[in-house]
């Protein structure tokens, strides 16, 4: 009989996402079906699904961790912010449409029934479902209709393990704060708690983890110190991403506000050779930058001014005088054409805007979304690339005539007259060893990271990391089966 258990925090970031994968990696390891679910994540950073839909990237992560296939029901609700009071939703992998917040609230009842449906039919393929929560279940003025925390554990009937994160300090106080404001019937949920992110000798914690277990009466299920290689694994949203100092080959990134399947980095990031610098608001990009990468957006548009606002664009028009190189992935890939057109005002208000033009192409947005797996062909090296697309529009123009891939048989992305600028819409063109040493090359650098094997060697000591700090067998004992399976 399928089990379940959730994994809630005491808040956002506190390492629920990488503490599923690495729970998910060790129970494989001894032997049971595991499945990851998220009833609702709020995230840019999504990833394709073989079914046709789209995930929050961490699911996707934890599905690998899992070793089975991404599926839609991992996160059969996800937010992705389009502005400050407004996401897109997309429901078991699809679009649904664009809410307001408070809208979203009003149609929390029929989203649970999906969040439940999927959950099911996870539970049909399974001997553990590992729940993660959202953010935090002490969040009392959203717990009317909540899907992501307490609401889901109670409908479902799963129960709970509270973390904390004493790396941001204050962690008594996060887990016996949320124990006072949390309800009866919501605290009945709770079977454990567990401190994630301890820096230093442990042992030095062992009073303040005793005096949590007195105060709330959960047993401790363990401290995990924190995880040196997390940064290597994909990460879950623009919070997590970081710039990381690798050797004299310096990409440089600008951290647009509505930044969107940003995992394109990480490829890079892993390299030793490489630098990648993230660029926030208020800086200017670096003059000394051999690539300028511009990343996928979520609000293409709303990006591009932003970008303009932080005098980025003066900065990259200085960059191309000094002989540097632009790459444009995705929503970056519209901003380098001469103009982005949204006749029907998918992301805002209608009308047609210029873009960078460094590119000689031009954007159309339409209502139709391309969410899809692709496996292509880099030109001209023939280098066999796996990669993904999720977007709306479609862009055309002289450029591309000079695509430098191929998916099917049809040219995909475009390349200026020089080759030094270039934009397409395919993500995750890194990930391929062979065409990022191909690439790295022609700079002058050598490629020497095997990625997708790198990823998997942090899995298997994120799960020894797991393992010889939490109480595995006491979590496998407090998981029980859900009340609707």
Same mark, same amino acid.
């Given at each position: 009989?399928?089990?379940?258990? #959730? ?81 897109? /939703? /997309? ?10 917040? +408070? %809208? ?107 005096? /949590? ?25 623009? #919070? ?13 990134? !600008? ?45 293409? /548009? ?62 159309? #947005? ?13 030109? !001209? +090296?023939?280098? !066999? ?12 123009? !002289? ?73 595995? %067998? ?12």
């Amino acid at each position: 009989m399928v089990r379940a258990i #959730m994994i809630q925090g005491t808040g956002s970031n506190v390492g629920k996402s990488m503490l599923v994968a690495g729970l998910a990696r060790a129970f494989v390891r001894r032997g049971l079906r595991v499945a990851p679910f998220k009833p609702q994540n709020m995230s840019n950073n999504a990833a394709a699904t073989e079914d046709g839909g789209e995930i929050g990237r961490a699911q996707a992560l934890q599905a690998r961790a899992a070793r089975r296939v991404p599926h839609t029901d991992m996160n059969p609700i996800l937010l992705k912010p389009e502005t400050d009071t407004g996401a897109q /939703i /997309i429901v078991q992998g699809k679009r649904a449409g664009t809410m307001r917040a +408070g %809208d979203y609230r009003k149609n929390k009842a029929h989203l649970l029934e999906k969040a439940l449906e999927s959950f099911e039919r996870l539970c049909g393929d399974a001997d553990l479902v590992l729940v993660e929560g959202a953010g935090s279940p002490a969040e009392t003025n959203l717990r009317a209709g909540d899907i992501a925390n307490m609401g889901f554990a109670c409908a479902a009937g799963v129960p709970v393990v509270l973390v904390g994160d004493i790396h941001r300090g204050g962690v008594i106080a996060q887990i016996v704060g949320t124990q006072a404001v949390l309800e009866p019937g919501d605290l009945a949920q709770i079977r454990a708690f567990a401190v994630n992110r301890f820096k230093g000798d442990i042992s030095l914690f062992d009073e303040g983890r005793d005096d /949590i277990a007195r105060r709330t009466g959960w047993p401790c299920l363990g401290v995990v110190p924190w995880f040196d290689d997390a940064w290597r694994l994909p990460a879950e949203d623009m #919070m997590d991403i970081r710039s990381s100092t690798g050797g004299t080959f310096k990409v440089v990134v !600008p951290q647009l506000e509505r930044m969107a399947n940003f995992d394109d980095l990480d490829p890079l990031s892993a390299e030793p050779g490489v630098t990648v610098e993230i660029i926030p608001a208020g800086r200017p990009l670096p003059g000394d930058a051999n690539l300028v990468l511009l990343p996928g957006s979520k609000s293409t /548009i709303g990006d591009l001014a932003y970008f303009r606002a932080q005098g980025w664009d003066i900065d990259l028009y200085a960059h191309m005088r000094r002989g540097g190189h632009v790459l444009g992935l995705c929503g970056g890939y519209q901003m380098l054409g001469r103009s982005i057109d949204d006749p029907d005002g998918i992301e805002g208000h209608p009308g047609k805007v210029d873009g960078l033009g460094l590119l000689d192409v031009e954007t159309v #947005m339409t209502d139709e979304k391309q969410v899809t797996l692709r496996h292509a062909t880099a030109l !001209p +090296g023939g280098e !066999p690339v796996t990669g993904y697309e999720i977007h709306i529009g479609r862009t055309s123009g !002289p450029d591309c005539a000079r695509a430098w891939l191929e998916i099917d048989g049809r040219p995909e992305g475009a390349a200026s007259p020089d080759g030094r600028i270039r934009g397409s819409y395919l993500h995750g063109v890194f990930t391929s060893d062979a065409f990022r040493a191909r690439y790295l090359a022609e700079f002058g650098h050598e490629a020497l990271v095997g990625y997708e094997d790198g990823v998997e060697q942090v899995l298997e000591a994120l799960a020894d990391h797991i393992e010889a700090h939490l109480d595995l %067998d006491l979590l496998l004992e407090l998981s029980e089966t859900p009340r609707r399976a």
